[in-house]
């Protein structure tokens, strides 16, 4: 080798970087590909970022996190990978400073950005600054989660509730941040409420004494009887968790941060132009809904329930209803009496019968008009 070329190569080996096993350097991305990032560090070879040192979290491709060109930071792993290249570390440097990140926001009581990427037994793990933290599952919502998985790819705010670099530990909690969330709208919430006022909200809940619906913050109680207007055994005849329904705000205590709301009370009365709906002499179908020792209340639509006495059940005699009359049983009924001051209807079983005969028979034997028949059986 000549004297020129030997001074040349000795000069380009002065010029380049000297690289330490440990150390973090800056270098130029040069190419991105699915599994690997090249990185031009000065060095008489170039460096390979492999996938497994790009990031902690494996659902992000390296081409978004860098693309040719971008100036970054990395940690030499080794300055020979077994081919003649050096290999580097982005996640290193990054959990550095996630670290240092993390131990300054639960310092400050600040919340931090936070992707989960995969459900484990008792809770997720979530890369918050580059960095594998834990989210117990108690800690994940304020509300009973019972399906995990559901929680993977999602980002939210959290808050630091335990650190330990040494052992690599960090815990989150997103449960906290929603208790404050909460706090603020319910007391914005609560300044709007007004009572009688109509509002949105969707069914989160349901007991055996109701369903919560979430007005927006506050979890509003609507109680089995201001469900529906007809009879309910249970609150999941009505509605189902999920359905959006518009509720009445019945009442409502501020200190106690509870609302009171009604189903049945944005749906027309069943009473209301009952006298129109079933005028006295009026024939109409319904069904057998309750028996007791004096007679068998008949439903004629949901909420608005007659009374057939026992006596116009049947022409013969009967000791009690259950003789002649089953709950269930669709039955034609003849209207006597309408009282809607007092909710009450008053139903023959015999009446529409003896009606019902009577149109038959002047249909087949007479030449009397129905109508005729009619007005006389009013």
């Known amino acids: 080798m000549s004297n020129d070329m030997q001074n040349l190569m000795e000069e380009i080996e002065k010029s380049m970087v000297r690289l330490r096993r440990g150390e973090i350097v800056s270098g130029k991305v040069i190419n991105v590909t699915n599994n690997e990032i090249f990185v031009n560090v000065g060095y008489k070879s170039d460096g390979i970022i492999p996938k497994d040192e790009i990031s902690n979290d494996i659902t992000v491709q390296p081409s978004e996190l860098v693309k040719e060109g971008d100036e970054i930071k990395v940690y030499v ?53 580059g960095v594998r933290c834990f989210i117990p599952a108690s800690q994940l919502s304020d509300r009973f989660v019972d399906n995990l998985k559901s929680f993977e790819g999602k980002s939210f705010t959290t808050k630091v509730m335990e650190i330990d670099r040494k052992r690599n530990k960090a815990v989150l909690s997103r449960k906290v941040v929603l208790a404050e969330e909460n706090k603020h709208k319910k007391v914005e919430l609560f300044s709007k409420l007004d009572k009688g006022m109509q509002i949105s909200g969707e069914v989160k809940r349901i007991t055996d004494f109701g369903a919560f619906v979430d007005i927006g913050g506050i979890d509003g109680l609507v109680h089995i009887s201001d469900l529906s207007w007809g009879r309910v055994k249970h609150p999941s005849e009505v509605v189902t968790i999920g359905d959006i329904v518009k509720v009445v705000v019945l009442d409502f205590d501020k200190d106690k941060g509870k609302v009171s709301l009604g189903l049945k009370q944005t749906q027309k009365q069943p009473w209301d132009d009952v006298e129109l709906k079933y005028p006295i002499g009026s024939i109409v179908e319904g069904k057998v809904v309750r028996l007791v020792d004096f007679g068998a209340f008949v439903e004629l639509e949901v909420g608005l329930d007659g009374l057939v006495h026992i006596s116009q059940i049947s022409e013969k005699h009967i000791a009690k209803p259950s003789e002649e009359l089953h709950i269930g049983q669709k039955v034609k ?40 028949i009619l007005e006389e059986n009013k």
């Open 77 to 129: 792993l080794s300055l020979d990978d077994g081919d003649g290249n050096v290999l580097l570390s982005k996640k290193r440097v990054d959990l550095t400073k996630g670290w240092d990140d993390l131990e300054k926001i639960k310092e400050a009581e600040s919340l931090v950005e936070t992707k989960v990427i995969e459900a484990v037994k008792g809770g997720v793990v979530a890369i918050a600054r």
């Open 333 to 372: 009924v003849k209207v006597l009496d309408v009282k809607p001051e007092e909710k009450r209807i008053s139903l023959s079983i015999t009446a529409a019968d003896e009606k019902e005969e009577a149109i038959e028979y002047v249909a087949e034997n007479s030449p009397t008009t129905i109508g005729e």
